[in-house]
């Protein structure tokens, strides 16, 4: 298997969606759907990156995210904001390492944009 990716989302197509391009590119995927277990997740898996959605019930991706950079096992994993928030540049001022614009349109791009994350 490849990399690890923890996919975080709350819709469930969204994340089988990209469950589908990433695995099928050779990369091991984990998923959660929403920001509690990706805390978890990340903690007991520690991926090589991580694509959280952003608005999720409860506590959203930005407060996971926060959660997980402040662990010292999980700090250095990169986490991608995946989110249809148009605000890029809020995104990466919140210490996002990246951003992907949701709907993904091409599978293409989306898995060059995330090997440029792994890389």
Same mark, same amino acid.
């Given at each position: 298997?490849?990399?690890?990716?923890?996919?975080?989302?709350?819709?469930? *197509?969204?994340?089988?969606?990209?469950?589908?391009?990433?695995?099928?590119?050779?990369?091991?995927?984990?998923?959660?759907?929403?920001?509690?277990?990706?805390?978890?997740?990340?903690?007991?898996?520690? &991926?090589?990156?991580?694509?959280? *959605?952003?608005?999720? &019930?409860?506590?959203?991706?930005?407060?996971?995210?926060?959660?997980?950079?402040?662990?010292?096992?999980?700090?250095?994993?990169?986490?991608?904001?995946?989110?249809?928030?148009?605000?890029?540049?809020?995104?990466?001022?919140?210490?996002?390492?990246?951003?992907? &614009?949701? &709907?993904?349109?091409?599978?293409?791009?989306?898995? *060059?944009?995330?090997?440029?994350?792994?890389?």
């Amino acid at each position: 298997m490849g990399k690890k990716i923890l996919v975080v989302d709350d819709n469930a *197509d969204s994340r089988q969606l990209e469950g589908l391009f990433l695995s099928g590119a050779g990369y091991e995927v984990l998923q959660a759907a929403n920001a509690e277990d990706a805390i978890h997740v990340a903690g007991k898996a520690i &991926p090589d990156l991580i694509l959280m *959605d952003i608005c999720m &019930p409860g506590i959203n991706g930005l407060e996971a995210m926060y959660a997980i950079k402040e662990d010292s096992a999980t700090e250095d994993i990169k986490i991608v904001a995946l989110t249809a928030l148009a605000d890029r540049g809020k995104m990466m001022t919140a210490g996002c390492d990246g951003y992907i &614009p949701k &709907p993904i349109i091409n599978s293409r791009d989306f898995l *060059d944009t995330v090997a440029t994350f792994l890389s």
